[in-house]
């Protein structure tokens, strides 16, 4: 089983991204995809006049401020576009994909922050109208039964929370939970980088190999949207999963790739 993230930022080639996964699926490979929709998301929100905020928790980490008209337009791309767009691609090349989002069939569960502390221009602030949670329950049976049925999974965030409201959660960490809980041999997350760079945005300082014991030496080189992925990584890791590779989303047969060692590979 592999575990596949697929970005959501600028410069990610879904087509080159689908053309690869249909190779994968007639070569008989069991896959679960995980997508996420970041750059479209604020565009559109920007575009309905209600421009993306983000804000940074007391501890350092950025997210976006998920207030409840946030959550509609993020579930409008998410769900919509983003979800959409993927299946009809993997359906365009024969492969009888189904979109789900974390919500659906309490895919993806968790608690939701009722009280977020963040900083903003030096002062904390307490924010409690927040859709924001974490994924701590993955409905493995659920997964299990599509791929019984010969249906590709392909998610999305929200999830929903143990108290049944919708929660943005971060993809990574989300995929890390799904492959945890599906026991993936690999789970491979793409981006629009070529992997960890050591100075980003050189990509000529990629990082190749990460053992899973110094990962934590790690977390400093990336900056924040990377550092969810490598919490993601360290996540999985501890839950059994062999390796994580984090590969270019922007390239020819991305999958195979990454499979072949190429992005940085994290693990053994
Ligand atoms: P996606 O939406 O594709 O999951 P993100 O935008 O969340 O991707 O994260 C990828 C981004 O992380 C890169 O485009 C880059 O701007 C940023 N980044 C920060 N630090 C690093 C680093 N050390 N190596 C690679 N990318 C980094």
Same mark, same amino acid.
């Given at each position: 089983?592999?575990?596949?993230?697929?970005?959501?930022? *600028?410069?990610?080639?879904?087509? !080159?991204? &689908?053309?690869?996964?249909?190779? !994968?699926?007639?070569?008989?490979?069991?896959?679960?995809?995980?997508?996420?929709?970041? +750059?479209?998301?604020? @565009?559109?929100?920007?575009?309905?006049?209600?421009?993306?905020?983000? /804000?940074?928790? /007391?501890?350092?980490?950025?997210?976006?401020?998920?207030?409840?008209?946030?959550?509609?337009?993020?579930? $409008? /791309? =998410?769900?919509?576009?983003? %979800?959409?767009?993927?299946?009809?691609?993997?359906?365009?090349?024969?492969? %009888?994909?189904?979109?789900?989002?974390?919500?659906?069939? @309490?895919?993806?569960?968790?608690?939701?922050?009722? &009280?977020?502390?963040?900083?903003?221009?030096?002062?904390?602030?307490?924010?409690?109208?927040? =859709?924001?949670?974490?994924?701590?329950?993955?409905?493995?049976?659920?997964?299990?039964?599509?791929?019984?049925?010969?249906?590709?999974?392909?998610?999305?965030?929200?999830?929903?929370?143990?108290?049944?409201?919708?929660? %943005?959660?971060?993809?990574?960490?989300?995929?890390?939970?799904?492959?945890?809980? !599906?026991? +993936?041999?690999?789970?491979?997350?793409?981006?629009?980088?070529?992997?960890?760079?050591?100075?980003?945005?050189?990509?000529?300082? !990629?990082?190749?190999?990460?053992?899973?014991?110094?990962?934590?030496?790690? $977390?400093?080189?990336?900056?924040?949207? $990377?550092?969810?992925?490598?919490?993601?990584?360290? *996540?999985?890791? +501890? @839950? #059994?999963?062999?390796?994580?590779?984090?590969?270019?989303?922007?390239?020819?047969?991305?999958?195979?790739?990454?499979?072949? #060692?190429? #992005?940085?590979?994290? #693990?053994?």
């Amino acid at each position: 089983m592999i575990v596949i993230k697929i970005g959501g930022s *600028e410069g990610i080639n879904y087509d !080159l991204i &689908a053309d690869d996964l249909a190779a !994968l699926v007639k070569e008989g490979q069991p896959l679960v995809l995980v997508h996420g929709g970041s +750059a479209l998301t604020n @565009q559109v929100a920007e575009q309905l006049g209600h421009p993306p905020k983000f /804000v940074t928790s /007391v501890s350092g980490y950025s997210s976006r401020r998920t207030d409840r008209r946030t959550l509609e337009i993020f579930e $409008m /791309v =998410y769900c919509g576009q983003m %979800n959409k767009g993927l299946v009809e691609r993997l359906q365009r090349r024969g492969v %009888n994909a189904i979109g789900l989002s974390g919500l659906d069939g @309490q895919l993806w569960q968790g608690p939701r922050k009722d &009280a977020i502390k963040i900083v903003e221009n030096g002062k904390r602030l307490v924010l409690r109208d927040d =859709y924001t949670g974490k994924v701590e329950r993955v409905n493995s049976k659920l997964l299990l039964g599509l791929l019984d049925m010969g249906l590709l999974p392909v998610l999305t965030p929200p999830a929903v929370s143990y108290e049944g409201e919708a929660i %943005n959660v971060d993809g990574d960490r989300a995929a890390a939970a799904t492959a945890a809980a !599906l026991q +993936a041999e690999t789970l491979i997350i793409l981006s629009n980088v070529p992997g960890l760079l050591a100075k980003f945005p050189d990509e000529s300082t !990629l990082i190749r190999h990460i053992p899973a014991a110094n990962i934590d030496q790690f $977390m400093s080189v990336a900056e924040d949207r $990377m550092k969810k992925k490598v919490m993601g990584a360290q *996540e999985a890791l +501890a @839950q #059994g999963i062999g390796r994580v590779v984090f590969a270019d989303g922007r390239v020819a047969h991305p999958i195979h790739r990454a499979l072949a #060692g190429e #992005g940085t590979v994290i #693990g053994k």
